[in-house]
């Protein structure tokens, strides 16, 4: 009977949501084959595909880190390029295991959006680029001007805070895409863009007709720690994302690089030992197998590999390490210990 | 289906409802109980589940958010707005902005898409195929590109404001839009638009009045003519009352932008000319079937009679041509409004826009969706109410 069969059915329906609800996120990436991972789709440094279509950038590597942690492989890993305003629903909804996409960490995020954020991966604050031809030396000058920002970021509201402690008005131009942003600001609609300064020297970098031309002014006029983040609801899934990243610090700390990780596996260094897994322990702990860090450090490298391979001193970006330097070396970089 | 309960074998005599499957009208029963079951069980599903794994991820729910301090930027907006104000009143700029676009929207396609209709039914060989070029070009590409294309028309084709182009003295036009002098603030203003309302008032008034005593006496009265004297006239006299103030408002380039005046935003131009245009060539066909489904024998029964053209074209082809049009054309404006949602893309602040923004600065993806769809529901709901009375208005009233 048809009507039977709709209560047949609306009853599977049932029973097989609740089961997909409950499933844990790393037995249902291992059973998919590939980690499913949020980017940005178009910041060069961060998330970018390069001309060849391959994804690139800080973000895309610590997607390929956590696909390495669990497969051993870093392609296994498929990327889901998000703007700003489709970032949150699609980690919410569970499209994404995991978001990468130069988000920053704050506590409305952390709390009501229902995130969690894991380890910073790139200390950053906010500032302002203007066309040199201006004159403009200072954000201060800046009281009644055209900005151009990308709806839905902390940007967004960083912006009208700021020019309203400092008794200045402006008038914002916002726009969904960060490409359409960057075009409005390009062709003369805005006096000044504003978005996260590494963000700005990426786009200095990547897309200003003349780099030269454009001046990023010296206030930074906010905090913003760009973490991944995942789902409330499944611990595992958070340690295995959050202790990937600290393998990649913790890595630079003990100086192993992808290039010379070889040589640490037969250290006498009981801390390296567990490490790399050649004393046994860690890996089961996180219910991965136990040379997951000896694999991310080999296949995607440690922190200042990755920093410099997509946005140090070497890339147009030419950002310095700074904040994002170790601990050891004057920055915030800090790793919990392997034990 | 009473027809069918008599003739079917074994049924029951009528008024009696046996409770066997083998009886149509307890079949249908059943049938649509089990229905609406299903529906109803489908539906909490979704809600319980929605909301259970919104519990156990603690995303917040609710709309409470809508009191809290939005704390970002809005390009532009019909009422006052800062940072400071609420989630709410943020969203109500939205709203507005959104019904802005649509309202002019709607009525300036209404009257290019009903002259480029008209055109392509023109005898003269260039204005028709003129026409019908516009048409064929502007619905055959995707909005979305056209809003692209006039945006860039703007940011890229005009000069930077420093060196704005100055057609008129006081008006100015560059990559950040067209700045004009609008009268300075005075009482004469407010009350010579409570006079244009009185005078259009009156103007209905003696065009009923003109229409009772043609009926009566046959004698017509040129209301149009009186009607026009009493709109225009009524608010100048207001003004000359109240001594006439000359005093304007110019735009002055100061600092980084012009201050003063009134201005026109690249992102409306954008949105406004983009739909305007998109949806005229859309009106235009609907209107050209309009015209094209009265009879020509219509027009020639009115020659007949002695009617000269524009009263024949009033009073005898566009009554019937109007009953064609009319639902097609709400279609149209409902498009027009829904449509306005593409702003997003080019940065005018319509209500998708802002909610889009409120949704991802609170993670309340789900109330922020169901706002936008409770608003176009009810945006649509009233353009489609207001249409069919006003179909029902014009229709022909046979005897």
Known sequence: MKSGFLAAAAAAVVVSASAVAGAATLDTVKQRGFVQCGVNAGLPGFGNPDSAGNWTGLDVDYCRAVAVAIFGDANKVKFTPLSAQQRFPAIQSGEVD??????????????????????????????FMVPKKLGVKSAKELNGATVCVQSGTTTELNLADYFRANNMTYNPVVIESNDEVNAAYFAGRCDVLTTDVSGLAGTRAGVAPVPDDHVILPEVISKEPLAPAVRHGDDQWFDIVKWTIFATIQAEEFGITSKNVDEFTNSKNPDI???????????????????????????????????DRNVGPGTPLKLERGLNALWTKGGLMYAQPFR | MATETRTTQGAPPPGGVSFSLSDPTFRAIVYQILVVGAVVLVGWF???????????????????????????????????????????????VGVLNTLKVSIIGVILATIIGTIIGVARLSSNWLIAKLASTYVEI???????????????????GLPPVRQALNPIPGVFLSQRGLRVPVPAPDPVWTNMGIALLVGIVAAWGVSRWARARQARTGQPFPAGWAGLGLIVGLPILTWLAGGAPLAMDVPKLAGFNFTGGASISPEFFAILTG??????????????????????????????LGLPGSPTLRLVILPQALRVIVPPLTSQYLNLTKNSSLALAIGYPDLVSIANTTLNQTGQAIEGVTMIMGTYLVISLSISIFMNWYNKRIALVER
């Open chain 1, 98 to 127: 995991l978001l990468s996409r130069n988000t920053t960490a704050t506590l409305t995020r952390d709390t009501s959006v229902g995130l969690n954020f894991a380890p910073v991966t790139y200390y950053d604050g906010q500032g």
């Open chain 1, 273 to 307: 030992q567990r490490f790399l897994g050649t004393s046994p322990g860690m890996g089961k702990a996180l219910g991965l197998d136990e040379k997951w860090a000896y694999n991310v450090v080999k296949k995607v490298g440690n922190y200042a590999e990755i920093f």
């Open chain 2, 46 to 92: 979704l809600i319980s589940n929605t909301l259970d794994n919104l519990a156990r991820r603690s995303i917040a729910t609710g709309y409470h958010f809508l009191e809290r301090e939005a704390a970002f930027g809005i390009g532009e907006s019909l009422i006052d707005y800062s940072p400071k104000d609420t989630y709410g009143r943020a969203f109500l």
């Open chain 2, 138 to 156: 502007i619905r055959n590409i995707p909005p979305l590109l056209q809003l692209f294309f006039w945006y860039a028309l703007v940011s890229d």
């Open chain 2, 275 to 304: 739909l305007t245009l998109y949806t005229a060539a859309f009106i235009a066909e609907v209107v050209r079937s309009g015209i094209k489904a009265v009879n020509w024998g219509q027009t020639e029964a009115a020659r007949a």
